[in-house]
C-alpha cells in the first residue's frame, strides 16, 4: 500500500525559508512521479511543483524561481525548498505520487491517485 508522509511545515515571516520532506513507501519509489500541492480553505488544490521518473522538472509560474524540488531515491524522499516565501504561499502542502502522469499534467491534482495528509505552511508578513 503507497503511503506519502509530509513533514517540514511551519510557521515563517515573509522572506524566509522552509524545506517540505515526503517520505514515501510501499511501492517503487523511483518508478513513480511526485508532485508537491497545496490548498487553500474555500479554493483548490493547486500544483506547485512536479518530478518525473526521469528527474525532469515542472514548477507553477508562481513559485519559479523559489521553489525547488528534488528526490532522493536511497531514502524514498521527496523534497520541496522553499525560499523567498510570501504570505501567498500560506497553505496546507500536499505532496502526490503516481505511476503514470502526461507530462501535460503533472501539476493537476487529479492526475495523481496517491496523497499524504498534509503539513501547515504559514507566512507572515
Known amino acids: 500500500q503507497v503511503q506519502l508522509v509530509e513533514s517540514g511545515g511551519g510557521s515563517v515571516q515573509a522572506g524566509g525559508s522552509l524545506r517540505l520532506s515526503c517520505v514515501a513507501s510501499?511501492?517503487?519509489?523511483?518508478?513513480?512521479?511526485m508532485g508537491w500541492f497545496r490548498q487553500v480553505p474555500g479554493k483548490e488544490r493547486e500544483g506547485v511543483a512536479a518530478?518525473?521518473?526521469?528527474?525532469?522538472?515542472s514548477y507553477a509560474d508562481s513559485v519559479k524561481g523559489r521553489f525547488t524540488i528534488s528526490k532522493d531515491n536511497a531514502k524514498n524522499t521527496l523534497y520541496l525548498q522553499m525560499n523567498s516565501l510570501q504570505p501567498e504561499d500560506t497553505a496546507m502542502y500536499y505532496c502526490?505520487?503516481?505511476?503514470?502522469?502526461?507530462?501535460?499534467?503533472?501539476?493537476?491534482?487529479?492526475?495523481?491517485?496517491?496523497w499524504g495528509q498534509g503539513t501547515q505552511v504559514t507566512v507572515s508578513s
Open positions: 518530478i518525473g521518473r526521469d528527474g525532469t522538472t
Open positions: 502526490a505520487a503516481d505511476r503514470v502522469v502526461f507530462k501535460s499534467r503533472l501539476l493537476v491534482p487529479t492526475a495523481y491517485n496517491y
Open positions: 510501499g511501492y517503487s519509489y523511483s518508478s513513480y512521479y
